[in-house]
Antibody, heavy 117, light 106 residues
Framework: QLKQSGVEVKKPGASVKVSCTAS????????FSWVRQAPGQGLEWMGW????????TYAQRFRDRVTMTADTSTNTVFMEMRSLTSDDSAIYYC????????????WGQGTLVTVSS | SLDLTQPSSVSVSPGQTANILCSGH??????VCWYQQRPGQAPRLIMY???KRPTGIPERFSGTNSGNTATLTIRETQTVDEADYYC?????????FGGGTRLTVL
């Protein structure tokens, strides 16, 4: 199970940090992807973090503004995004990644981030 | 990179079969997943490695992948199957999603 932090409302130019806490499996055996969904739009993969090594891979469009981290002491992964604009208003999902099966499963419940002045 | 193209919508009558297509260059060389997203819910994995169903997914759901097209087939479609469906594949270490298909059962 993946449980995400709550709704965030931010002003343009601010930063946001979303958390995703895992339970029911060995956290350090997996990586975690972050996927966002703008209102009425499809799914967009943002990047990945390894819970074991902390290694990351980011989609090119987020490389300069996003940092993903993992904390094995709390079984939590984080996604921080800086310099927010209204275009970043979306639901942000974390999902456990199984590289051997090439799947994203399960998914967190999503965190709504609204950027508005 | 890889672009995955899906029809924006598919309509089917209850009890009929729905086919949702996902097109991409040489897609058969990739393992394709399918995710179901009901309104107001997070996506849920319903098919992986082209044709494997996770535990709990009904046998009515099946998948194929050949040439440039992957297909999700839903037999005996029910109103509970109304949702958005997304195909997904990996390009090196990056996940690529199709644009999604809204399935309407009416």
């Amino acid at each position: 199970q993946l449980k995400q932090s709550g709704v965030e409302v931010k002003k343009p130019g601010a930063s946001v940090k979303v958390s995703c806490t895992a339970s029911g499996f060995t956290f350090s055996n997996y990586g975690f992807s972050w996927v966002r969904q703008a209102p009425g739009q499809g799914l967009e993969w943002m990047g990945w973090v390894s819970a074991y090594t902390g290694d990351t891979t980011y989609a090119q469009r987020f490389r300069d503004r996003v940092t993903m981290t993992a904390d094995t002491s709390t079984n939590t992964v984080f996604m921080e995004m800086r310099s927010l604009t209204s275009d970043d208003s979306a639901i942000y999902y974390c999902a456990r990644e199984s590289r051997d099966l090439e799947i994203l499963d399960p998914w967190g419940q999503g965190t709504l981030v609204t950027v508005s002045s | 990179s890889l672009d995955l193209t899906q029809p924006s919508s598919v309509s089917v009558s209850p009890g009929q079969t729905a086919n949702i297509l996902c097109s991409g260059h040489n897609l058969e060389s990739k393992n394709v997943c399918w995710y179901q997203q009901r309104p107001g819910q997070a996506p849920r994995l319903i098919m992986y490695q082209d044709s494997k169903r996770p535990t709990g997914i009904p046998e009515r759901f099946s998948g194929t992948n050949s040439g440039n097209t992957a297909t999700l087939t839903i037999r005996e479609t029910q109103t509970v199957d109304e949702a958005d469906y997304y195909c997904q594949a990996w390009v090196r270490t990056a996940a690529v999603f199709g644009g999604g298909t809204r399935l309407t059962v009416l």
